[in-house]
């Protein structure tokens, strides 16, 4: 049984950091791109961060560059988000991904690229 479980995910201060986590289990993801997408309540799922499948290239969506970074262990088959400076705004459900492609493209900006998905972590960054 494939599955992804995100984890780090809390109540927190605007201007805090958190670490998300997305362990991967069933089948190694070390060939595929991986993604983190959030979604706030009344609103659509959006894009956050992809990474190749090497990790060499990323994406992020501009209101989280420079604050986020996405990075991933293919030995623990686990990706992360690093997110710093946490603003009100930020406050969603994130959720892990695993698309079917190894590299990045204008695509992977799309949940309906994306085959596999984790249950979501909840972050909450309170003013």
């Known amino acids: 049984q494939v599955q992804l479980v995100e984890s780090g995910g809390g109540l927190v201060q605007a201007g805090d950091s958190l670490k998300l986590s997305c362990a991967a289990s069933g089948r190694t993801f070390s060939g595929n791109a991986m993604a983190w997408f959030r979604q706030a309540p009344g609103k659509e799922r959006e894009f956050v961060a992809a990474?190749?499948?090497?990790?060499?290239?990323?994406l992020y969506r501009a209101s989280v560059k420079g604050r986020f970074t996405i990075s991933r262990d293919n030995v623990k088959n686990t990706v992360y988000l690093q997110m710093n400076s946490l603003r009100a705004d930020d406050t969603a459900n994130y959720y892990c991904a695993a698309a079917a492609s190894a590299s990045l493209s204008g695509g992977n900006w799309f949940k309906e690229n994306y085959a596999y998905w984790g249950q979501g972590t909840q972050v909450t960054a309170s003013l």
């Open positions: 990474i190749s499948a090497s990790g060499d290239s990323t």
